[in-house]
DNA sequence: GATATTTGTGAAGAATAATTCACAGGCAAA
DNA sequence: TTTGCCTGTGAATTATTCTTCACAAATATC
């Protein structure tokens, strides 16, 4: 069940959406302030915090802001009654996934908050994909020493690596370097060297911690 | 070959060195300062250093801690005329794989390099076991997510799990589980239930890293 | 231009990992 | 005692990954 957080000062309006998204199925949660909304999110993991923009004390947009930095999953839909391009613009730039404005239909919501969601859905999915790809290339130990000594020395030939790995038969390491090239960690460059990618040296760093932590035991 | 760098402001000790390693099948290569000694390791990867604790300018603890820092696989060792307790001590706390005091019969010294020698590729093999263990236990998505559902709600029942992880055939979770047991990263109770050991922790870890790293693109 | 070296392709096969299926002991509830 | 669910085993099958081999285009070297 998606859970979601209402920020707004306003407590009947609070109680309401609550009402209504619980009976569509959502877990609710409230929170009459920035603050209280803040402790809420530390304790819990919400889908969603729909936040009020115009609240006494900690105004909407800080209250998204840090939320934004201790819960990074969660979802962020701005709520407000004095609609701007500009406090829209501002708030989508520090991280709100939408922006609605009061009064508002309560399809509209729900709309945006199946919409959110399912954007949700997809980002986490793909970057499950980054991850199996990440892990399946460095699964593999001659494709991590390829990426090792394409680190140490950058742009080398197809037969230096060969060599360098101590590989006998060349066609094994075309076999990874391939791999490696589909996965993105890799390129060649119009001489045919091979270097990292951006995402290559990211890979190397994803290792290079692993090998850090596992070695200080 | 085993590349070994000697650090000695002894010109004639340096050279005798020298010879009687290259005599027993070692490259070698020579640094009169401390600097120099840093010099030649940053351009080559050296096996192992002898590095003399009394030096002009730079000491040889100094050249430790410098060539620890740089090139953390290279292995040092130690020599000095005046042996103390707290000198040796030091220089095992800064890194140093052993300390030898001079004068040394050569039999002494070759034996330390080459007990020296065997740690290091002891030490690696067991590095990179951990590595590809790690990693293959992550590789697979199942798997993290078993990982991750353990560490939500530790102590868990077979048929939870799979009920959690939404898979009709249990035995498929069997062969999972099977294969986590066997990696350590997971073991049952008395009362069946599963818990991930601490070896499983680190591996959730290294999981949680790599998902940070790669989600803040 | 001939020859050697580099840099590949594609298919077959071996090795390993993962899935599926048939079955079974243990235990708790009816 | 029978029924049903939990927790498995072991073997057969399928999928995936890796290696090997026979061959070849492109480039460099003599």
Known sequence: MKKILIVDDD?????????????????TEEAGSGKEAIEKAVSSD??????????????GVDVLSELRRIKPKTRVIMITAFATVENAVDAIKKGASDYISKPFKI???????????EEARF????MKLDLDFTLSSLSNYIRRNII????????????EITRELGIEDHTKVVFHLKMLKESGIIEQDKDKLYFLTKEGEKTLDCLKILENYLSNK
Not at 148 to 159: A, D, E, N, P, Y
């Open 11 to 27: 407590a009947e309006l609070r109680n309401n959406l609550s009402e209504i998204l619980k009976g569509e199925g959502y877990h």
């Open 46 to 59: 919400f889908d969603i915090a729909l936040i009020d923009l115009m609240m006494p004390k900690m105004s």
């Open 107 to 117: 399809d509209e919501l729900l709309t945006t908050i199946r919409r959110v969601l």
């Open 123 to 126: 980002e986490e999915g793909i």
């Open 148 to 159: 090792r000594l394409l680190s140490l020395r950058t742009g080398m030939h197809f037969m």
